[in-house]
């Protein structure tokens, strides 16, 4: 065991933060595995994520701000792990295999463009797909670096806009739609026959 002072930041489970001045003794065990910087249920979300969360959902007044330099390469790799790896290439015809071989350095260089605010969304691909009418739909299909970006981003509202879903909202929320809708119905009709 180690004692030392320490002069840090501790995030507490609603998302404020506690200063530990000095003075204070704070035990440690050196042989400490860290952890990832993940929590819940199935351990994929980041504990800032997580934070903004718990803010959303306790202070319902407070407005977030700076939620743009959030972007950070740890948001843009958990991003990324929810990218669906089987989209097709935008107007670059860089697929997502190949921007996932050198992705450490892509995501770097991304969030630099994002730092010195020179980041530009590049055009959308159109690809028209038959209807069963005989007409065609029109597909915008951005490229890899947009769509990862628009995850991250995805990520970081859906943390704080989820909490003022009620439990009866079913539309365009993640691990709900119209199935579990009909289920739960389902489940409440038998239950009260």
Known sequence: MAFWESDHFIVLGDGSADHMGKGVTVIRSLQRKL???TVGPEQDEPTFLQALSNKAG??????????YGSLNESLLHDAWRKLNKQGAPGVGKVTIAQYGENL??????????????????????RKYIPKGNGK?????????????LQGA????LGAIYEQDFHAASYGYRPKVGAQQAVKDLTVGVKGDS
């Not at 981003?153 to 970081?156: I, T």
């Open 58 to 67: 306790t202070a319902k007044a407070h407005r977030f701000q700076n939620l």
């Open 104 to 125: 450490g350095e892509n995501i770097k260089r991304l969030v630099e463009r994002l730092r010195r605010d020179d980041y530009r969304s590049r055009l959308i691909r």
């Open 136 to 148: 065609e739909r029109p597909l915008g299909i951005p490229v890899v670096e947009d769509r990862l």
């Open 35 to 37: 952890a990832p910087d």
């Open 153 to 156: 981003v995805s990520l970081l």
